[in-house]
């Protein structure tokens, strides 16, 4: 076991589901985006793994963009989003897929759904690696689901603790405790 795996109690999502899911997800986008004016937005950092691969299991044209958001102070959220890096596309009449890691409580994405509706899509929808019902408080849903989770805090592929731990190809369960 490596110094990076000391604190991961378990996988919960091996390499291979993760490709699995990646491929899946990419089929079922390139159908049903086959002709439209698709652009991928991923919400930095977190999601970066995910889009990466997403991306090259869409056989479709398509062009992506990046945003940074905050909707914390502290270690509190607050449920409203501050865009701390804005896109650079003009979303006006394209079909526009947020593409997030982890959906959790939803705070964050319902607000980012108002501010990017706002800026006339045709379409908006949200594609995300992983979810996790049981801390939704928010009545937002995604609209393509890699995996439903347990309440458990995750690390790897994409997803940190203490910017720590995203490297790992696989999702597993942190352990904070020795």
């Known amino acids: 076991m490596s110094a ?36 991928l937005v991923s919400v930095l950092k977190g999601a970066v793994v995910f889009m ?4 090259r ?24 989003v501050k865009i ?3 896109l ?5 009449g394209k079909d526009i897929l947020i593409v997030e890691d982890i959906l959790d409580t939803g705070r964050t994405l319902a607000s980012l759904m108002e501010i990017l509706r706002m800026r006339n899509p045709a379409s908006l929808k949200i594609c995300t690696f992983l979810d996790k019902p049981d ?7 995604a609209d393509y689901t890699g995996k439903v989770i347990p309440d458990e805090f995750v690390v790897g592929y994409g ?12 999702v597993g369960i942190y352990d904070p405790e020795d």
């Open 52 to 55: 990466a691969d997403l991306m």
């Open 159 to 170: 997803l940190d603790y203490d910017e720590a731990y995203r490297n790992l190809p696989y």
């Open 84 to 86: 701390i890096k804005d």
């Open 4 to 39: 990076l795996e000391e604190r991961v109690k378990g996988v919960l999502v091996s390499e291979e589901e993760a490709k699995e899911i990646v491929e899946r997800l990419g089929k079922q986008i390139s159908k049903d985006y086959e002709g439209k004016n698709l652009v």
């Open 57 to 80: 299991a869409i056989d479709i044209p398509l062009s992506i963009d990046f945003m940074v958001v905050s909707s914390y102070n502290k270690t509190e959220s607050t449920g409203t």
């Open 88 to 92: 650079d596309t003009d979303l006006t």
């Open 135 to 141: 801390r939704r408080v928010s009545t937002i849903e």
